[in-house]
């Protein structure tokens, strides 16, 4: 049973250009998050999807986009990227929006912004 | 507003004795708690949660740990530390009225030591 698969492994862009980051959940799982973790903090909550609609939201501004697919997978679009997106992101999944049930996180993509 | 301390950047304990990693919250309402590590170049692993019920909570390779209300503290526990368990463990604290109040502590890097 594969878990929480993430592309890719690495990214490097420039300011101002934009990036879409992979995400497909443990199978079974209907539920997505996205988190940001800059070098030395803890993951920062970017949005949660469910039903293929963002259910949560984040502090993070509108440049900072997602999707969700029939099939569950999930995508996060960053646009106008700036250096401070530099980051590794993380992708959860769990079933349904209860907290009671445990997120199992991927390895993650480092996203490098020059 | 929710917040996780984790007042320890750094733990070093020799292998074989007992580890504490300490977490602090603050929260308005009843809290869930939960603990996560990350090894190195990998996403986050759960280790346990506190949702309600006993104070003493079981997880994980292990570990354990401790609900205290009045000290809102959650401290991360194990009786006999290995070489294995050095990685960077994260504390989060989430509101049970809204999933997208779940806010990670800034992680302390346990070096256990041989």
């Known amino acids: 049973d594969a878990g929480v698969t993430q592309s890719p492994t690495h990214l490097i862009k420039t300011r101002g250009q934009q990036v879409t980051l992979r995400c497909s959940p443990k199978?079974?799982?209907?539920?997505v998050s996205w988190y940001q973790q800059a070098l030395g903090q803890g993951p920062q909550f970017i949005f949660q999807?469910?039903?293929?609609?963002?259910?949560q939201r984040g502090n993070f501004p509108d440049r900072f986009s997602g999707h969700q697919f029939p099939n569950y997978s999930s995508e996060l679009n960053v646009n106008a990227l700036l250096l401070g997106d530099s980051a590794l992101y993380l992708c959860?999944?769990?079933?349904?929006?209860?907290?009671?049930?445990?997120?199992?996180f991927g390895p993650g993509t480092r996203l490098t912004v020059l | 507003a929710q917040s996780v301390a984790q007042p320890e950047d750094q733990v070093n304990v020799a292998e074989g004795n007992p580890l504490t990693v300490k977490c602090t919250y603050s929260?308005?309402?009843?809290?869930?708690l939960f603990w996560h590590v990350q090894y190195p170049n990998r996403g986050l692993q759960f280790l346990l949660k506190?949702?309600?019920?006993?104070?003493l909570v079981k997880g994980s390779y292990g570990f354990e740990a401790e609900f205290n209300k009045s000290q809102t503290s959650f401290h991360l526990k194990k009786p006999s530390a290995l070489v294995s368990d050095s990685a960077l463990y994260f504390c989060?604290?989430?509101?049970?009225?809204?999933?997208?109040?779940?806010?990670f502590g800034p992680g302390t890097s346990l070096s256990v030591i041989p």
């Open positions: 199978s079974g799982h209907d539920t």
């Open positions: 989060a604290v989430g509101r049970k009225t809204s999933y997208d109040k779940v806010i």
């Open positions: 506190y949702i309600t019920g006993d104070n």
């Open positions: 959860a999944s769990s079933l349904s929006l209860n907290l009671h049930n445990e997120q199992f």
């Open positions: 999807y469910y039903e293929e609609e963002e259910r």
């Open positions: 929260v308005s309402g009843n809290p869930y």
